[in-house]
Each structure stands twice: as C-alpha cells, then as structure tokens.
C-alpha cells in the first residue's frame, strides 16, 4: 500500500492525494474495509529518518553543536542505555550536515542526547507532530507523540531515528514545506475557499517555526542528499531537488520484525525557490528490497517531475538529452 502527498509549500494548498489500495466509493462492498480510508490523512505511521533534519533544526537551535564539530560514526552503530543501535552510514567523523546528508544514526543520536527533552519534544511539536493539522477531513490522526513525563532513557535516541512517533504523510509534507519556505508552519487546504463567492480566497493560516536562517541551513542539507546522499536516486532532471529518505520498521501484532518495513522520502523542489512539497510512504515494498533509497526515492522523482512539468515550473539547471 502507499501514499503520495504533494502540497504548495507558500499556500499550504493540497494539489494531490493518492491512496493505494483505493476503493469505488459508490461499491466500497467490493473491497476490504482497511481500504475505506484516505491513508495520506487517516494513517499514523513511524516515520524514519526522515525526522533527521528536525533533530538537527533543533541540535543547532538549542547551541549544542559546536562549529565546525564533527560526530563520531565511525563505529557502525552506538550504545544507548544497554542497547546497541546499528548505524547503516559508512563509517566516518560527519558535520552535523553530513549526519543528515548520509543519514548517520550515530551523529544524530549523539545530537539529540545533548537537547533537553523538553527542546527535543517542543521541536517535534512545533512541526506540527501529535495534533491534527486542520484540514477538515473526517477522521485526520493526529499521530502521536507523547509528553515526556512517558519517556524512557531510550526516547531521545529513538526520536532522533524516527521511533517512538508516528505521523501522517499529510503531516509529514507539511512539516517539509515548513522547511522549503522559510520557516512557516501552514494550514493544509482542501478547497480554496468556502462560501459562494468564487473569488474570495481565505487568508492563509501560518505560524512561525524556524528562522530563515536556519530554515536555509536545512535546504542546503535536504539538497546535498539528494546530490550526494542517501537521496541520489530522487534526482529530477531539470530541476535542483532536496529531500530526505527514511525506511522504518513496522509492527504487526504489536512487535517489530526484520520483514515488514515502510520506505519513506519527504522533499521540496525547485531550489532555490521551492514551490512544491512532495511525500512518498509506501508499505512493505515487495520489488527490489524495502530501503527508502532505492524504493521510495524514484517514486519522488517521478512524481515530482510530473507535479513540476502540470505546474510549468522553471527548470533550474540543465537538463541532458540522451541520443
């Protein structure tokens, strides 16, 4: 099954929703009732990696990460309470850009040991995780993300990886587009305004959660991971993307296991003036293997290009004529 959201990251107008299986509203006894749902809205989902930008926005805001400092990830993994957390980054000492960029497990671990819980919480919180964002439809999740006073000595390393929380795909584009332009948390729309008068459009509704600043460090970031990182394969021809990979464990019968899995990728294009957020989340991917790298990461390259070829956005860079 899977989920594709694709939002205007200055308006917070839905363009796309798609959610597979699908069901003809008019039979829906023609399928199984797990597919009466709109997934990308109803579904609350362990996010992954793809949370590794907020822990560092929230590393880099809190002062803890010195500059120039570089993170120890040389040992394929990190112990955190009595447990061994394995790292799948090459083994290396990473900036805290590089962290994100090669979605080091260790370095990002060791950045959200260093933040408060109650930093830590209020950065997830203020992406808009745990509440639902207000688009109007029936049933939103709010997801989850629990108050500290639940928190275990194993919570800020586990935040740090994507675990311990769960988001809706919704969620998840627009805690992206937040990043895309700027720093502004939006409302997500349906419909562009309501009443009878055609012409009114309704103010947008926003709040701020990042300076520009920083909001800029984390593009740069997003986009060396697609050039260069775990995000290669969401390559857009044409167009300078930036975007994150993620790939999950999923529980079935309240336990996780090494066979079911979903495979994440959150971005934004064009850079440098992003107009258009895109999210993939697809579950238990069966072709290839189930890593968010190769799976998920075409999937947004294909869709965005698409988003980006019906919005007849500007290509930002050239593009290569095969023949």
Not at 5 to 28: K, N, Q, R, Y
Not at 39 to 64: H, Y
Not at 108 to 124: K, M, P, Q, T
């Amino acid at each position: 099954s899977g989920s594709v959201v694709v939002v205007d990251v200055w308006s917070g107008h839905i363009l796309a929703l798609a959610s597979l299986p699908s069901f003809d509203p008019a039979t829906p006894g023609e399928v199984r009732p797990e597919h009466w749902r709109l997934r990308p809205v109803q579904d609350a989902i362990e996010p992954g990696s793809t949370v590794k930008p907020f822990v560092a926005a929230a590393g880099l805001s809190a002062g803890v990460i010195r500059r120039g400092e570089r993170f120890n990830c040389l040992d394929r993994g990190v112990s955190v309470a009595g447990h061994w957390i394995r790292d799948h980054a090459d083994p290396g000492r990473y900036t805290v850009d590089e962290v994100v960029v090669h979605s080091a497990n260790a370095g990002i671990i060791e950045i959200a040991e260093r933040v408060s819980e109650d930093r830590l919480w209020g950065a997830f919180d203020a992406f808009g995780f745990g509440r639902r964002t207000g688009v109007g439809f029936p049933a939103e999740t709010r997801g989850l993300l629990r108050d500290t006073s639940g928190w275990s000595k194993m919570s800020r390393a586990g935040l740090a990886l994507g675990q311990e929380l769960t988001v809706s795909p919704l969620q998840m584009a627009m805690a992206y587009a937040a990043i895309a332009n700027g720093g502004w948390l939006l409302q997500p729309r349906l419909i562009l305004a309501s009443g009878n008068n055609p012409q009114a459009v309704e103010a947008i509704d926003r709040t701020r959660i990042l300076d520009e600043a920083l909001a800029e460090r984390l593009r740069s970031m997003l986009e060396a991971a697609v050039r260069e990182g775990t995000g290669e394969l969401a390559r857009v021809p044409g167009f300078r993307a930036a975007g994150k990979t993620g790939t999950a464990q999923r529980t079935v019968g309240g336990t996780f296991d090494d066979e079911h899995h979903i495979a994440w990728f959150a971005g934004f294009l064009p850079i440098p003036d992003p107009r258009i957020a895109v999210v993939i989340e697809l579950e238990d991917p069966v072709e290839i293997d189930f890593w968010a790298s190769t799976v998920a990461a075409p999937v947004f390259a294909e869709i965005a290009e698409a988003a980006a070829c019906h919005l007849d956005l500007a290509p930002t860079e050239p593009r290569i004529v095969q023949g």
